[in-house]
């Protein structure tokens, strides 16, 4: 596979096309519009699924060799604010906004090489297998398409999330599970000036609960953290509520469980020893996902980096993606790295070369190195 056969010209304008493109979350239609009116005139069959707030794209390009099995190829729309007014510059080697948005490359860098490598295939006319792309909305805001996804429009066992930061050529092989959760103080309002011992102070309660149950890192496979606090009024009043928003994460379900009932007990002694009370929401975000680094789709993006003279790096993730959803509903997933820096800020970024070489990554791993995943099925 001749990586250099790239339009990167091509590439470039594609992706700032889609950054240029306002996408907040569940309000993603004219990226849709977008790549729907691509991958139509490459002749792609496109499905547009609206589920409650938002929709998914599906499209598939059947196959033309029979030594290929199915793949899946997946991204998402929607990207994080400020991203009402977007302006695009570059000077060729980088691109990036002009400060006062963020750039969107996450995901729009995957975006813009899923459409290339197609690009690639078609016109060039590379044995494949029937490819389906996944373009879902409201990843930002909790993976939510993804846990909408209609998986009936999908038959391929195995799919390339492409939404990792780190160099091209890094494969996400493990992501831990999440659970959010909510802890709401009741304390009792009283007169601070006047009577103050009649009241039950919620922040100090807090406080005594966050003492308890220490955030960071809690062992080698799991984190939790404490996003936000919110709760009190004038500084004469003893306060009477306060909520607490966080988080734990971990690779290892047992260790969840321990540490939810961990909080849980902290929750209950904080409230014991003041006389509050304290309840608990617990919501489950993800499962995690792990494949081993012997895996047939491990071995084929490592024989693909092989191909495009690419370092290989297969790593754990802290972070969650739609390779977690999609892993827990029954697809085999790695997310790959795809080019973007300083992610979620004005400040980011995306290197020209970097959307190169990832273009022709998948493009290898389409056109060449799937054919691993059918030989790993044959008995």
């Known amino acids: 596979m001749d990586k250099l056969a790239i339009n990167r010209d091509r590439l470039v304008r594609t992706f700032i096309d889609l950054a240029s493109l306002p996408s907040p979350s569940f309000s993603e239609d004219r990226v849709f519009d977008y790549i729907s009116e691509n991958l139509r005139q490459l002749g792609l069959s496109v499905t547009l699924q609206e589920y409650g707030r938002g929709k998914n794209l599906v499209a598939i390009l059947p196959g033309n060799d029979p030594a290929f099995p199915a793949i899946a190829l997946s991204a998402h729309a929607d990207t994080v604010g400020p991203c009402d007014d977007i302006t695009i510059e570059s000077d060729g080697d980088t691109i990036h906004t002009d400060g006062s948005s963020v750039l969107g490359g996450d995901d729009k860098t995957a975006i813009a090489e899923i459409i290339e490598a197609l690009c690639i295939l078609i016109e060039e006319d590379l044995p494949h297998g029937q490819i389906e792309v996944i373009i879902t909305s409201g990843e930002e805001v909790g993976l939510v398409g993804a846990k909408h996804l209609d998986m009936s429009l999908l038959s391929a066992k195995h799919c390339l999330v492409l939404d990792a930061g780190g160099e091209i050529g890094t494969a996400v092989i493990g992501a831990p599970h999440q659970i959010s959760c909510t802890l709401t103080i009741h304390g009792k309002k009283a007169h601070a000036g006047i009577e103050p011992e009649k009241g039950i102070n919620a922040i100090v309660v807090a406080a005594d609960l966050i003492r308890r149950f220490p955030v960071g890192r809690l062992d080698a496979h799991s984190v939790a953290n404490y996003g936000s606090i919110t709760g009190g009024g004038a500084s004469n009043i003893v ?45 489950p975000e993800y499962a995690a996902f792990a494949v081993a680094e012997t895996d047939p789709l491990v071995t084929m993006v490592r024989e693909a980096c092989t191909t495009c003279g690419l370092p290989f790096a297969a790593v754990v993730g802290g972070g969650g993606s739609d390779a977690n959803i999609l892993a827990s509903r029954g697809l085999s997933c790695v997310n790959l790295a795809c080019g973007m820096r300083m992610v979620h800020t004005n400040e980011e970024y995306v290197v020209v070369e970097d959307l190169v070489k990832a273009a022709g990554l998948v493009t290898a791993i389409l056109a060449d190195k799937v054919k691993i995943l059918g030989n790993s099925l044959r008995p």
Do not use: F, M, Y
């Open 239 to 283: 306060p009477d509520l306060v909520t607490i928003s966080g988080e734990i994460r971990s690779h290892d379900a047992a260790l969840l469980d321990a540490h939810i009932k961990g909080l849980e007990q902290a929750a209950a002694d904080a409230g014991s020893a003041s006389g509050a009370t304290i309840d608990i929401l617990v919501t």
